[in-house]
C-alpha cells in the first residue's frame, strides 16, 4: 500500500517519559515499515536528537516541514491545534494519554475524525468530560517493544529484589514499601525520576528484579520482561498483576482507576503475599502475546487510512475549524489556577489565537469569494 506522511505531534520531546517515549517508538517503527514520520515538538532534548540520529526528521516549527502530511497523529491539545492550523487540509487521529492533564484536553475539531484514548479512564474524559460523540473514540491500549524488553530467566519462587519503578518523584510510600520489603528479606531500590533522573535503557535492569512496582507503561514493560508487578506509585496501590485480572487490568493501563487503595504497610504486605513465579510468568507470555508494538502499529495505520478515506469522501469545512480552535482556546482559559503556569499557558492561548486568525484569510477567503 501506498506509504504515508504522518506528522506526529507531541509537548515535548526530550527524555524517556511516557508520552515522549511513545512517539519515539511509533516514529520508528513507522520508519522501518516504509512510512515517512516527521515530529513535531516545541521543545526538544537527548531523546529528539537520539531520533534525529536515527534519520527520523523532528522540528520544532511547524513552518520547517516541507510537504503536506497524509494524516496528523496529535498528542497534546496545544500542539495538535498547531499542526491542523498549519494543515488545514489532513484529517487528524488524536490520543489522549491522561485522565488529569491539561496538556491532554482535546482539540474538538471536526477534522480530528478519530480519537484514541490509551484506557478507560481516558475515554471517559473525551466521552463524558470533552463532549466527544462516543462513536468517534476508541480504546487502543498502549504497547510495549518487545525487542527492547527481552524476557528474563525463570523467578525463584521465594522474591529476593524489588524494584520501585516510577517517575513520579515524591510522597513519604516510599518509606513504606521499603519497610514492607524489608520484613520480608526484600531489597528494595529506586529507578525513574524517584530516584532523581530517568532511565536510559530500563530494559537492561529490569530483569535483576523479581518484584516491582510501577504502573501504566512501565509496569507493562515490566510484565513483558517477567517480573511479578504490583500496581504502585504516590496516588495509591493497586493489586499484584495475576492471569486471572490482567485483561481487567490492561483496559484500565494499569493505571489511576487500578490505584484504589493507600499504600500502607498492610496493603502491600497482602500483595507482597501473593507472590506467584508460575503465575508471573503466565501473565509475562501473555502480555508479549497480546501487546506488542507490532500489533499496535497495525491498528493505528488501519486508522489512519480509515481516517483518509473518510476525510476525502467528506471533507470538512474549514471555517467550522476555527470556530472550535476559538472554542477550544476559551475553554483552555479554565486550567490557568496556578501562577507559576499562568503565563506560559496564556502565551500559548495567544500564539495559537493569533495563528488561528492568519488562517482565517488564507482558508476561508476563497469560500467566501466564491459564495
Known amino acids: 500500500m501506498k506509504p504515508l506522511r504522518i506528522l506526529i505531534t507531541n509537548t515535548r520531546l526530550a527524555k524517556r517519559t511516557g508520552t515522549e517515549m511513545y512517539v519515539y517508538e511509533l516514529a520508528l517503527e513507522l520508519l522501518e515499515r516504509g512510512h515517512r514520520p516527521v515530529v513535531y515538538s516545541p521543545a526538544i532534548g537527548l531523546l529528539a536528537e537520539r531520533l534525529r540520529s536515527l534519520t527520523v526528521p523532528v522540528v520544532q516549527h511547524l513552518d520547517q516541514v516541507g510537504f503536506e502530511p497524509d494524516i496528523i497523529h496529535g498528542h497534546h491539545g496545544h500542539p495538535t ?3 491542523c492550523l498549519r494543515f488545514p487540509r489532513t484529517p487528524a487521529v488524536y490520543v489522549c494519554h491522561a485522565w488529569e492533564s491539561w ?40 504497547f510495549v517493544n518487545l525487542r527492547r524488553f527481552q524476557p528474563r530467566g525463570p523467578l525463584p519462587s521465594q522474591p529476593q529484589r524489588a524494584l520501585l519503578f516510577t517517575n513520579r518523584a515524591g510522597g513519604g510510600f516510599v518509606r513504606v514499601l521499603r519497610r514492607a520489603c524489608g520484613d520480608r528479606g526484600i531489597e528494595l531500590d529506586l529507578l525513574g525520576s524517584i530516584a532523581g533522573g530517568t532511565c536510559e535503557k530500563p530494559e537492561d535492569k529490569l530483569g535483576a528484579y523479581d518484584i516491582v512496582f510501577a504502573r501504566g507503561k512501565a509496569a507493562l514493560e515490566a510484565l513483558a520482561v517477567g517480573a511479578a508487578v504490583i500496581l504502585c506509585d504516590r496516588k495509591g496501590l493497586g493489586p499484584l498483576v495475576t492471569l486471572e485480572r490482567l485483561s481487567w487490568l490492561r483496559r484500565r493501563n494499569f493505571g489511576r482507576r487500578t490505584l484504589t487503595r493507600p ?30 508494538l507490532t500489533l499496535a502499529v497495525d491498528q493505528l495505520l488501519a486508522t489512519y487510512r480509515a481516517v483518509i478515506r473518510q476525510h476525502a469522501d467528506r471533507p470538512t469545512d474549514p471555517s467550522d475549524d476555527l470556530q472550535a480552535t476559538s472554542r477550544h482556546l476559551e475553554d483552555l482559559r479554565g486550567v490557568l489556577e496556578s501562577g507559576r503556569s499562568r503565563e506560559r499557558i496564556l502565551a500559548q492561548i495567544t500564539a495559537l489565537r493569533r495563528r488561528a486568525w492568519d488562517r482565517v484569510s488564507q482558508v476561508c477567503w476563497p469560500f467566501r469569494r466564491a459564495g
Open 103 to 142: 496538556q491532554d484536553a482535546p482539540p474538538r475539531l471536526p477534522r480530528v475524525r478519530r480519537y484514541l484514548a490509551v484506557d478507560i479512564a481516558c475515554r471517559d474524559r473525551l466521552v463524558c468530560e470533552s463532549g466527544i460523540p462516543e462513536q468517534r473514540v476508541r480504546v487502543l491500549p498502549n
Open 263 to 292: 499504600v500502607t504497610y498492610e496493603n502491600v504486605s497482602v500483595e507482597l503475599a501473593r507472590y506467584s513465579a508460575e503465575n508471573a510468568s503466565q501473565v509475562c507470555a501473555r502480555i508479549r502475546e497480546t501487546s506488542p
Open 81 to 83: 491545534l498547531c499542526a
